[in-house]
């Protein structure tokens, strides 16, 4: 018994050890990256200083110019959205970005899938924390989603396993815009025949009471900063009645609301689309341009 109980403990030993080792490796390749969205990551939660700071999900990604802004109002401007990503990550992101220098400027460009609706496992916005974990307040974004985490996070490779492929790439190429401004506008215009028409119903929204909780500490982490929230353009247009809740907190804090979700400007304007959802460059630059005017006009700026 003695003899197996000794095995088992050096099995575990053992598997202690490659874990370390292993994620040793992983984190060696994430802070040497040459390009990606790594890159980018260690970029914006190690280094980003900067007066204006652009949060969101892939729409914010490709619809803002931070050159333009920068040019316009004579203040460094960042582009920090992330693919497939909205509130949870982007309040973290904040966090670290604020330990640095304040900015003066958040504009977060809403997106109700991301930072408003249920439905989601919230587990997969935890992606591009865990490797800055130990961050003053990340701990606690974990805690708020799952307690169990704090455990799984003891694993050194856990906090890889989902972008080892990634992690690899984006150590060998060097394919990043990180110390550029983070935009990356799509090209080319919108095909109709690869489109339809969204279905127009009035339904029941189900919110995500976590989302929103992460949109009054993203306000509470801004509060000696202008913080201003917009509707980006969609070509579809949409009902705005699903931003009632976050349109509500910003009644109830003096938060600027700025929707440009059924512009008619935009709306069906195949020429600034590269999809339904998403611009093309020409469609961010105009966009941007016509969201500095509307910042100009509301404030001193």
Known sequence: MKRFLLKIVLLLLILVGIDFVVGLIFHSLEKNAKGGYTQRDNFI???????????????????????????SLEMTCYNSGQMGNGIILNFGRLKMVSERKKPK?????????????????????????????ERDGIADIFDSIDQTEKFKMLSRMYRYNSRIVELLADYLLSTSTARNNGFSPLRGELNRTKIGEVERTQAAYAYDS??????????????????????????????????????????????????????????????????????????????????????????SI
């Not at 204006?52 to 619809?63: A, D, E, K, P």
């Not at 400027?105 to 919230?122: A, K, M, R």
């Not at 587990?123 to 591009?128: D, Q």
């Not at 609301?257 to 195949?270: E, G, L, Q």
Request: hydrophobic share 35%; glycine share 4%; with cysteine.
């Open 45 to 71: 939660c190690d280094e980003l200083e900067t007066d204006i700071l652009i949060l969101g999900s892939s729409r914010c990604v490709r619809h803002y110019n931070p050159q333009i802004i920068t040019d």
């Open 105 to 133: 400027i958040v504009i977060y460009d809403l997106y109700p899938s991301f930072d408003l609706l249920g439905g989601e496992d919230n587990h997969k916005y935890l992606t591009w924390l865990k490797s800055h974990y």
């Open 210 to 299: 976590l989302k929103l909780f992460y949109l009054e500490k993203m306000i509470d982490e801004a509060k000696d900063c202008r913080i201003v929230f917009v509707v980006s353009p969609i070509w579809y247009g949409m009902d705005t009645s699903i931003y009632e809740p976050a349109k509500e907190l910003c009644r109830q804090r003096g938060i600027e609301f700025i929707d440009f979700a059924n512009d008619a400007k935009y709306v069906h304007h195949d020429e600034y689309f590269r999809n339904g959802t998403h611009m093309n460059a020409r469609g961010a630059d105009e966009f941007t341009r016509d969201l500095l005017k509307y910042l100009r006009k509301e404030s």
